[in-house]
């Protein structure tokens, strides 16, 4: 791929409550390239990195992820949902996905194993 994988243009976040979460962020993640998001706990991190990979929109400006296949993101807080055991868990994904059951459950045994 050439060109950016990420766009982040003028992007701001203000929540309903009226938190302002993150200010006219600008940046281009080229292909290949590897970027870390550092501050203090409040500062927008969270936030940020969740426009960034699509899981909310941004209030003001614009974010285009340009990557092929899949983005991941590692959420901050355990998102793990406590009526499932771990092999479940781990297959939710997959399941989202609509894999197969069998194709599921063996990829996770791999993976946990």
């Known amino acids: 791929m050439t060109g950016p994988v990420l766009e982040l243009s ?34 927008g991190k969270s936030t940020l990195l969740r426009i960034a990979s ?20 590692v959420f901050q807080d355990a998102t793990l949902l406590p009526w499932r055991n771990v092999r479940r868990n781990v297959e939710l994904l997959a399941e989202l996905h609509r894999l197969p059951r069998a194709e599921r459950q063996r990829r996770a045994m791999v993976a946990i194993d």
């Open 10 to 43: 003028d992007v701001e976040m203000r929540y309903p409550d009226g938190t302002h979460a993150v200010g006219g962020m600008s940046m281009r993640l080229p292909a290949g390239e590897f970027a870390s998001v550092v501050g203090a706990s409040g500062c």
């Open 54 to 73: 699509g899981l909310m929109a941004p209030t003001r400006g614009t974010a285009l992820n340009h990557a092929t296949g899949h983005t991941g993101y």
